[in-house]
Structures are given as structure tokens and as C-alpha cells.
């Protein structure tokens, strides 16, 4: 597609995936003031090392994924009381590169509970060489199914549906943000 038509197109539907979550606000993006700061729980911290790069130098981004997949999965067992699966990545950004030596830290955050599923945000952030400013690098909902010890989906407990209030878990939901918050 020619640059202009391209401007065009961008100009009449704006392609800013962090504004698709509830609750998100501009300043969540990286380089955009100081107090941005981290939706949800500390889920997993690790280093990034050599072994993790691509040609470029950076960190590869399906160790990245691979990092909030596990960090997602701690949290929805929680909220599960069991076993859950991956069954849906959506939204994904990949904000800033990661270099070896950050210290990556995956944050999760309830979007919405459904009968089966549970849909998190999960954050990526870094210190550059384990110190200084955090920054967002990385984003992502993620959508996980409990499942029962044979593999079959399986409801969610009753009392944690009734925490979410999203019972039903249809696509229309609100998400559960603010009474999981509030209910924490």
C-alpha cells in the first residue's frame, strides 16, 4: 500500500491496541511519565541472557511470549483452584526491544471470568541491567481454560465466578477489572 493511503487508513480507525483494555490510559506506554506503573500482580522475574537473543542482539519475542504464557498460567490456577489451559493470545504488542541483562518482570491482571475461562492482561516490563526506571515492553490478554485432572474443560468454582460477577463469560463482558480489585 502506497505511504499516503497508508496515513490515511491509520488516520480513520487508530490501530492503539493499549486503549482496547479497560482502564487503560495513555501514560501506560513507555517514555510517557514517570508514574507509569505495572496493572496487576508481579507473576514472574527472570534475567535475560545471551542464550535467549536473535541476530540483532535483542531478546526473541517468542521468549517473551513464552515467559507471560507461564506467568498468565500461575495466576489463572489460582483463580481456577485446578489445572488450566492456553486456548487464546490476543492483542499482543511488542513495545521496546529486550536486551540481554534486563531484568524482565510479568505482571497479570483479572480482565474477566467466565463459566471456564479466565482472560488476563499480562504486562511485560524491564529494568534495563536490573536498575533505573521500569519500562513496558511488552503486552498481551491472555485466555485460559480450566480443565479437569482427564483434560476435559470444567467450570470455574462458583465462588470465584461470583467474585468476577462475568458468570456467563460472553465476548460483550466488561471484563471484572474493578471487582477484582476492589474484592482483593
Same mark, same amino acid.
Given at each position: 500500500m502506497r505511504p499516503a493511503k497508508e496515513k490515511a487508513r491509520t488516520a480513520e480507525r487508530p490501530?492503539? /491496541?493499549l486503549n482496547e483494555r479497560p482502564n487503560d490510559h495513555q501514560n501506560d506506554r513507555p517514555g510517557h511519565g514517570p508514574s507509569a506503573q505495572p496493572r496487576g500482580e508481579l507473576a514472574s522475574r527472570t534475567l535475560a541472557m545471551p542464550t535467549d537473543t536473535n541476530p540483532m542482539g535483542h531478546v526473541f519475542g517468542g521468549w517473551i511470549m513464552s515467559l507471560m504464557d507461564c506467568a498468565g498460567k500461575m495466576t489463572a490456577t489460582q483463580h481456577a483452584g485446578g489445572r488450566v489451559v492456553t486456548v487464546a493470545v490476543s492483542n499482543i504488542a511488542f513495545l521496546q526491544p529486550v536486551e540481554v541483562g534486563d531484568t524482565v518482570c510479568c505482571y497479570t491482571d483479572l480482565i474477566r471470568l467466565g /463459566?471456564?475461562?479466565?482472560?488476563l492482561g &499480562?504486562? &511485560?516490563?524491564?529494568? /534495563?541491567?536490573?536498575r533505573g526506571e521500569r519500562i513496558k515492553v511488552t503486552d498481551a490478554e491472555f485466555t485460559f481454560v480450566a &480443565?479437569?485432572?482427564?483434560? /476435559?474443560k470444567r467450570k470455574l468454582p462458583a465462588a470465584r465466578r461470583a467474585v468476577g460477577g462475568t458468570e456467563g463469560g460472553a465476548k460483550g463482558d466488561k471484563g471484572t477489572r474493578a471487582v477484582a480489585e476492589s474484592s482483593a
Open positions: 490501530n492503539d /491496541r /463459566r471456564s475461562s479466565i482472560t &499480562v504486562e &511485560v516490563w524491564v529494568l /534495563r541491567q536490573g &480443565v479437569a485432572e482427564d483434560g /476435559r
